[in-house]
C-alpha cells in the first residue's frame, strides 16, 4: 500500500520538459554544429533535437550519447568530446537532448521528468537501428546518467551496454533512485567517475559498487585528478571508455 501511494504521487508530479528551453538551446546549437548533422526526433508527441555523427571508417556500433542537466547534445564538456572523438575509434554516435528545466531546478526536480526520458532513448535507439547499426551502447554524463539508469532498470532490449560518468545516487525518491537501479540492469555497466568529482558522485560510489555487484559485468573506476566535467582530461577520459567498450564489444 505504501509503495502504491508513492508511484501515485510520483506520477501526479510528473513534469514536462521545458519545451522553449529546448527550442532556444536547438536555435543555438544547430548552426554551430561543425562535426555530424542535425535532425529530430520523436517521443512523447514532442521532437527533439539529436546529432548523428559517422564513424570515420564504416561501421555498425553505435553510441548514444546522453548530457546532463540542463544542456544540449553539442556541449563542449564531456558530451561533444566524446560524441566527435569516439569516430574516429570505430563508433557512430547520436547525441540527443534530454529533457530539461529551468535554469534554476535543483538536482531532485528532475525526477518530475524521468517518465519522458524512455522514449527519448527508445527513439534514439529505433534511428540507430533503422541505420544499420547492430550494437548500441549508452554513454551518459551527471543526471544523463541517472536518467538512463532509470530508463534501463526498466528496458535494456536493444541496449548491449551502458558507460555512466558521474553519476550520482542520492536521489530521494526511490523510484529514481540510480544505485537501486543498478541492481536491474544485468548488461556491461562501467561507473566511472573523477577523484575531484562532486560530493554527491563521490559520497554514493560505494552504494553504486554494492549494488553493482549483482551484474557480473559492472566495473567502477576513480580517474585520479578529474574533475566532474574532465576539464582538462578528455583523452583520459576517452581512452578508458575505448578501453572498456573493447573488452565487451
Given amino acids: 500500500m505504501r509503495l502504491l501511494i508513492v508511484l501515485l504521487l510520483f ?13 532556444r ?23 527533439f533535437l ?20 540542463g544542456i544540449h547534445p553539442n556541449w563542449d564538456q564531456i558530451v561533444k568530446p566524446v560524441r566527435v572523438e ?18 534554476d531546478a535543483s538536482y531532485q526536480a528532475y525526477a518530475k521528468t524521468y517518465p519522458q526520458v524512455p522514449g527519448r532513448l527508445l527513439a534514439a535507439q529505433k534511428y540507430l537501428i533503422e541505420k544499420g547499426n547492430k550494437t548500441i551502447v549508452i554513454v551518459a554524463h551527471s543526471q544523463g ?14 541496449v548491449k551496454g551502458y558507460v555512466a560518468i558521474g553519476q550520482s545516487s542520492n536521489q530521494q525518491n526511490p523510484e529514481v533512485n540510480s544505485a537501486l537501479a543498478l541492481k536491474s540492469i544485468t548488461i556491461p555497466v562501467l561507473d566511472i567517475y573523477g577523484s575531484e568529482d562532486l560530493p554527491s558522485v563521490l559520497t554514493t560510489s560505494e552504494k553504486r559498487k ?40
Fill in 86 to 103: 569516439m569516430t574516429s575509434r570505430g563508433w557512430n554516435t547520436l547525441s540527443i537532448q534530454m529533457p530539461i528545466l529551468a535554469n
Fill in 11 to 23: 506520477i501526479s508530479n510528473v513534469s514536462a520538459s521545458d519545451f522553449e528551453r529546448e527550442k
Fill in 50 to 69: 539529436s546529432i548523428y555523427t559517422e564513424a570515420e571508417e564504416e561501421s555498425d556500433k553505435a553510441l548514444i550519447v546522453v548530457h546532463g542537466s
Fill in 210 to 249: 554494492q549494488n553493482g555487484r549483482t551484474n557480473k559485468n559492472y566495473s567502477q573506476i576513480m580517474i585520479p585528478r578529474a574533475n566532474h566535467f574532465f576539464d582538462g582530461m578528455n583523452d583520459v577520459l576517452i581512452n578508458a571508455i575505448e578501453e572498456w567498450l573493447k573488452r565487451y564489444f
Fill in 145 to 158: 546518467a541517472t536518467m538512463s539508469s532509470y530508463s534501463l532498470s526498466r528496458d535494456q532490449q536493444h
Fill in 25 to 47: 538551446w536547438a536555435d543555438q546549437t544547430v548552426d554551430a554544429i561543425m562535426d555530424g548533422d542535425a535532425l529530430w526526433l520523436e517521443a512523447n508527441k514532442h521532437e
